[in-house]
């Protein structure tokens, strides 16, 4: 079947839009298989990725024999749960067994990874589907994905701009219909940064909460690896299916209740069901939400503003009380930011920047050896700062349920911009591309970053929601996703855009 | 270390390794750590200006 010039699959024609929610009540009710989702992601993988540049490794055989895999197990009665033949994208920074982890640098040339890595491990556990190994800012060292071994990854919404980085490839992937959902990592914003840049869902759960094990590491006391999703609801399905089940409704104070997947769906998913359930959405009336002014909304640019502030009111409309909150010590946030993974990334890296320095892109090497000069009295310093700023934004969610600000404080950049004007202001892309994420890496809060409204040029816009545990932050979300994501866009505003 | 003295030395030390771009990059961090050493929560020897005598 012919659409718009694309071949589908039929009953796949909306693989750019289907939700993993949708495909499991879809695949239970026997209205589609697993190995046609698979084959309709493929297929857009095939048809978009030369545009595109979401993936530096298909591992199209593999998939489609996993995908008929799923399809027997089901037939056969056997379900793992929601991620049962779901086809998810791996970030090329995460160990899948028998593939190289690229990390986007030559640096990496030879390498193949000997296991799978423990997130990898829990979506095969799961049932997923893996597509293949998507593009990055090499060794996540950037917020754009445009320094990459492998060319840079360009924004579906328009192919000139970036779609963020460092998980660039992976939220274009997920934006593209290339696959449901995507893994990525996160150390200074780069799950948040490219779901915002791409108009999905990107979660960042607490630190530690998820093993960075088989992860190419930048800074461990700052990475974390998460999900990016079209949906909140689908990026608490994988985020449970990596942690391997719920926490106990009873210590997390969760309320949880049996997600509806429709008739077909059995009550018990079986031994591996964990993370079968989804928290309830709490009452949005019964919120009290905080925006943290000053520093976080003094440099946006004016739709980025506007798509906010109507979110705000939309939030206040449906019942949340939004108050407005200081982190004392915002204007640090950089400098502290800047010192802990400057110091770590060139611990990583301090060897082969000896011995193979020009097998790093020239900036991405630049920037890894400043780090070298950081002093061990100012690493130190950010050290304690690191303390101070947990403590300010522990006590800015003492009395809210989550912390209310913009992903990104500008749309998506040009591919090759340097800087940013922002009113009357002049900044560096990457400084405005961390200025509202890096925060939470050096806290270690849970952030995530849902789809607001696009520009009046139809890029995405994104606003993120901070709270206090995973587990606390996703009800939260859940329930404010429809006030912050706003009345749909037309669509032929979509993704697809030349 | 100051952080001035800091600069001239990384930047003599990042010429000398044939990489002179480092120098922006340098400079940036600089401020950056300038910035940081000004923070309210570094601690100074001499102890808080309330801890002094009112007489010293």
Excluded at chain 1, 246 to 259: E, K, Y
Excluded at chain 1, 326 to 351: E, F, K, M, S
Excluded at chain 1, 385 to 391: A, D, K, S, T, Y
Aim: hydrophobic content about 40%; glycine content about 10%; charged content about 20%.
């Amino acid at each position: 079947m012919q659409r718009g010039g694309r071949k589908t699959v039929p009953c796949m024609d909306n693989i750019d839009t289907l939700t993993i929610e949708e495909f499991g009540r879809r695949l239970r009710a026997r209205d589609l298989t697993a190995e046609q989702a698979t084959d309709a992601c493929l297929r857009r993988i095939e048809e978009d990725n030369p545009r595109l540049n979401a993936f530096i490794l298909v591992m199209a055989d593999s998939a489609r024999q996993q995908a008929r895999q799923a399809d027997r197990e089901l037939a056969a009665g056997r379900d793992r749960g929601p991620l049962h033949g779901v086809p998810i994208s791996i970030k090329d920074l995460i160990d899948v067994a028998g593939t190289p982890t690229t990390a986007a640098s030559r640096v990496r040339e030879g390498h193949a990874a000997a296991h799978d890595a423990p997130v990898i491990v829990a979506l095969r556990d799961a049932g997923a589907v893996i597509v293949g190994k998507t593009n990055l800012h090499e060794f996540a060292f950037g917020t754009t994905n445009e320094e990459s071994a492998f060319g840079p990854a360009r924004n579906p919404y328009d192919v000139s701009r970036s779609p963020g980085g460092s998980s660039g490839g992976s939220a274009a992937s997920v934006a593209a219909g290339m696959a449901l959902a995507t893994l990525g990592t996160d150390t200074g914003g780069s799950i948040r940064i490219p779901a915002a840049a791409c108009g999905i869902v990107g979660l960042k759960p607490r630190h530690g909460e998820l093993s960075t094990d088989g992860i190419v590491p930048l800074s461990r006391r700052l990475d974390h690896v998460g999900p990016l999703a079209r949906t909140v609801a689908d990026a608490a399905l994988v985020y449970y299916a990596l942690r391997g089940g719920i926490s106990n409704p009873a210590t997390s104070g969760s309320h949880v209740v049996a997600h509806s997947w429709g008739p077909h769906v059995p009550s018990s998913w079986g031994p591996s069901s964990a993370g079968s359930k989804l928290p309830a959405p709490v009452p949005v009336s019964s919120l009290r939400l905080a925006v943290p002014r000053g520093y976080f909304c003094e440099l946006l640019e004016d739709d980025v503003r506007a798509r906010f502030d109507e979110a705000i009111d939309r939030l206040r409309a449906a019942g949340a009380r939004i108050s407005d909150v200081n982190i004392r010590h915002a204007h640090l946030i950089p400098a502290t930011y800047l010192h802990l993974v400057l110091a770590d990334a060139a611990t990583y890296h301090g060897a082969t920047l000896e011995r193979m320095p020009e097998r790093y892109t020239p900036a991405v090497r630049l920037r890894l050896e400043m780090g070298r000069y950081v002093l061990a009295e100012d690493f130190a310093r950010a050290l304690e700062g690191r303390e101070i700023l947990r403590r300010e934004v522990d006590s800015a969610l003492a009395e809210h349920a989550a912390l209310l600000l913009p992903s990104l404080p500008i749309a998506a950049p040009l591919i090759g911009a340097a800087s940013v004007q922002v009113g009357n202001v002049t900044e560096p892309v990457r400084n405005l591309m961390l200025r509202l994420t890096q925060l939470f890496n050096v806290t270690g809060h849970p952030a995530i970053a849902l789809p607001a409204g696009r520009t009046r040029t139809g890029l995405p816009c994104s606003v993120q929601l901070v709270g206090g545990e995973t587990d606390e932050l996703l009800p939260v979300a859940l329930a404010c996703e429809p006030q912050i994501t706003g009345p749909a866009p037309p669509r032929s505003g979509g993704p697809g855009g030349g | 270390m100051t952080v001035d003295s800091w600069l001239q030395a990384a930047i003599a030390d990042a010429e000398r390794r044939g990489l002179p771009e480092l120098k922006p990059l340098l400079e940036a961090l600089a401020r950056a750590t300038t910035l940081l050493r000004s923070a309210d929560w570094n601690e100074d020897a001499a102890g808080r200006p309330e801890d002094r005598p009112l007489h010293g």
